[in-house]
Nanobody, 121 residues
Framework: QVQLVESGGGLVQAGGSLRLSCSAS????????MGWYRQAPGKQRELVAR???????DYADAVKGRFTISRDNSKTTVYVEMNSLKPEDTAVYYC???????????????WGQGTLVTVSS
């Protein structure tokens, strides 16, 4: 069974930094896109950043220049370095991955359990 496990959320003051990590585990053949989404109270879930297996990245306009997404060499772990955090970045951050498991080779979209990021003013 393939799953995503996130870590790194917490409370930080405005202007501070946090790094979120998300690791995929299980019987994995390949992972194409990995990324981060967030959902603030009363709002819809939105894309924060994503990265393909060949390193192409895509960022939401609200985080461009402040957040950096990356993947490790095994390509099963994705990170997002969040700098110059603002109160409006407060949300639950969810990891997402498009996975092909080695058990059945059927495309699977996975979500992590979410990690809370709170930015105080």
């Amino acid at each position: 069974q393939v799953q995503l496990v996130e870590s790194g959320g917490g409370l930080v003051q405005a202007g501070g930094s946090l790094r979120l990590s998300c690791s995929a585990s299980g019987s994995i053949f390949s992972i194409n896109i990995m990324g981060w989404y967030r959902q603030a109270p009363g709002k819809q879930r939105e894309l924060v950043a994503r990265i393909t297996s060949d390193g192409r990245t895509d960022y939401a306009d609200a985080v461009k220049g402040r957040f950096t997404i990356s993947r490790d060499n095994s390509k099963t772990t994705v990170y997002v370095e969040m700098n110059s955090l603002k109160p409006e970045d407060t949300a639950v951050y969810y990891c997402h991955a498009a996975v092909i498991p080695s058990t059945n080779y059927r495309y699977l979209e996975l979500w992590g359990q979410g990690t809370l990021v709170t930015v105080s003013s």
